[in-house]
């Protein structure tokens, strides 16, 4: 059975970081296609890094150079370091898993998703 379990959202003023962990069971996060989505109340669920399994990174456009995805194969572990963070970056953070060899863009590919995480960022 396959689980994924996000941790490591919270509550953060601008300017400052977290970082989201998803741990995987069942399914093996260095072979496979994972990444990050996010979702805030009343808008569309949108992309925020994916992760190729040979380690090719793709970020959503107002992440890159703030935000990193790396993954811990030793611990199937995925996560997310989130910097300068911004009230804009205020939403419900998911880890989304699929078999494929490079990571498509839309959600509805993504077969396996955790319960997800909230960030809320304050001004």
């Known amino acids: 059975q396959v689980r994924l379990v996000e941790s490591g959202g919270g509550s953060v003023q601008a300017g400052g970081s977290l970082r989201l962990s998803c741990t995987v069971s069942g399914y093996p996060v260095g072979s496979t296609c994972m990444a990050w989505f996010r979702q805030a109340p009343g808008k569309e669920r949108m992309a925020v890094a994916y992760?190729?399994?040979?380690?090719?990174?793709t970020y959503g456009d107002s992440m890159r150079g703030r935000f990193a995805i790396s993954k811990d194969g030793t611990k199937n572990t995925l996560h997310l370091q989130m910097n300068t963070l911004s009230p804009d970056d205020t939403a419900m953070y998911y880890c989304?898993?699929?078999?494929?060899?490079?990571?498509?863009?839309?959600?509805?590919?993504?077969?396996?998703w955790g319960q997800g995480t909230q960030v809320t960022v304050s001004s």
């Open positions: 989304a898993a699929v078999w494929r060899p490079h990571c498509p863009l839309a959600y509805s590919s993504y077969d396996y």
């Open positions: 992760l190729d399994p040979d380690g090719r990174t």
